[in-house]
């Protein structure tokens, strides 16, 4: 019986409880009947203090309220930038590929298409700041490649664009780097003793990466893995081209006595 006026008794309290909860005041939106010039205007003072987290609330609510002209647009190229510097890379080349999509032709489109490539050319710094991890073999260079064919297509695209000195810029660093990389892999495969891997990491750097500063050693290696695995007359040859386009390598007089050693 106790039991039973105990179930009775909470039926009553708890009613009580929520409806006291349905009596706290909302939260209010102080941005309420705010105009599509108003809402942007606090949202670039957000981004000028760098206070990120704020504009991209304010650009929400715009573009949730003023899904059409002018200032809608800005909004979502904003909110790309905004992304961007509050470390949500994946959602600022989510933002830049829908805006792409949606506004092919819009003046500043060849924005979202640059700050596409600096969203991967930032994420790939990883491999650009560690070009010689444990097992380089093992790295994940995607986002740099992404960036690399994302800046291409920028200039393709907009080569008159005022973002395609820059990224031409970050293309060139992005190629050296890379080709860099795959040197470095190389030479990964050369001291493990994987000599075939060495020749073939190295012919991609000469095939792909030819006007980069890293061919040379991209020869070196190859010279060495060559005698390694007992071919003297390709190691002569990638020597032979080692000589002729980098006369003054320190390398050659290593390799020469190598080469000679192996003939």
Request: proline share 5%; charged share 25%; glycine share 4%.
């Amino acid at each position: 019986m106790r039991r039973i006026s105990k179930l009775l008794l909470a039926g009553p309290l708890a009613a009580v409880l929520l409806a006291g909860c349905s009596l706290l005041p909302d939260k209010i939106d102080e941005t309420k009947g705010w105009s599509a010039q108003r809402l942007y205007s606090e949202a670039k003072e957000a981004i000028g203090e760098g206070n990120y987290r704020t504009a991209l609330e304010y650009l929400d609510k715009l573009q949730a309220r003023y899904p059409f002209g002018r200032y809608s647009q800005q909004a979502q190229l904003d909110t790309i930038f905004c992304q961007y510097r509050d470390n949500e890379p994946d959602a600022a080349i989510a933002a830049a590929d829908r805006f792409i999509k949606a506004n092919p032709r819009h003046p500043y489109v060849d924005y979202a298409y640059y700050m596409r490539g600096l969203v991967n050319f930032n994420r790939s710094n990883t491999l650009i700041d560690r070009l010689a991890p444990v097992d380089r073999a093992k790295t994940d260079t995607n986002t740099a490649r992404q960036s690399y064919n994302d800046f291409s297509e920028l200039i393709r695209k907009f080569p008159d664009s005022k973002y395609a000195e820059d990224a031409r810029q970050r293309l060139l660093f992005l190629h050296n780097s890379l080709a860099m990389y795959e040197t470095n892999v190389a030479d990964f495969y050369l001291r493990r003793g994987a000599y075939v891997a060495a020749v073939n990491r190295a012919a991609y750097v000469l095939q792909n990466y030819a006007r980069s500063p890293a061919t040379e050693n991209a020869l070196g290696i190859m010279t060495q893995a060559y005698v390694k695995m007992g071919m003297p007359q390709l190691a002569a040859d990638s020597l032979r081209v080692l000589e002729r386009n980098y006369p003054q390598s320190p390398q050659l007089p290593t390799l020469n006595a190598l080469v000679k050693g192996a003939g």
